[in-house]
Nanobody, 125 residues
Framework: QVQLVESGGGLVQPGGSLRLSCSVSGSILNYAVGWFRQAPGKEREGVSCINGNDGSTYYADSVKGRFTISRDNAKNTVYLQMTSLKPEDTAVYYC???????????????????WGQGTQVTVSS
């Protein structure tokens, strides 16, 4: 059983930045770790993912060029650096873990096996 603990959400003004962290109970090299988000009244969206074995990454079109996923293997932690935030980025962000995803762009089509409790990100002036 893999446990995921997110942190780093909060309230930020449009154009601002936040960094989300996901602490994983196992080695992140053994999983594809990523982020989904869910906004009220909207469908769940796969935002970004990184494969543990080769470091391949996926980004949703809505966040390309603004969000960056990275990892610290020693800390078993995956980060999502979010910049140029927009009100439409407001959502609960969930860290997920699953077996390796090939091709990694299929992440958005999957329902990963493991989910964190979620962290709220609110972008508002």
């Amino acid at each position: 059983q893999v446990q995921l603990v997110e942190s780093g959400g909060g309230l930020v003004q449009p154009g601002g930045s936040l960094r989300l962290s996901c602490s994983v109970s196992g080695s992140i090299l053994n999983y594809a770790v990523g982020w989904f988000r869910q906004a009220p009244g909207k469908e769940r969206e796969g935002v970004s993912c990184i494969n543990g074995n080769d470091g391949s990454t996926y980004y949703a079109d809505s966040v390309k060029g603004r969000f960056t996923i990275s990892r610290d293997n020693a800390k078993n932690t995956v980060y999502l650096q979010m910049t140029s935030l927009k009100p439409e980025d407001t959502a609960v962000y969930y860290c997920t873990a699953d077996s390796f995803i090939r091709p990694v762009r299929d992440y958005a089509l999957r329902y990963p096996n493991y989910w964190g409790q979620g962290t709220q990100v609110t972008v508002s002036s």
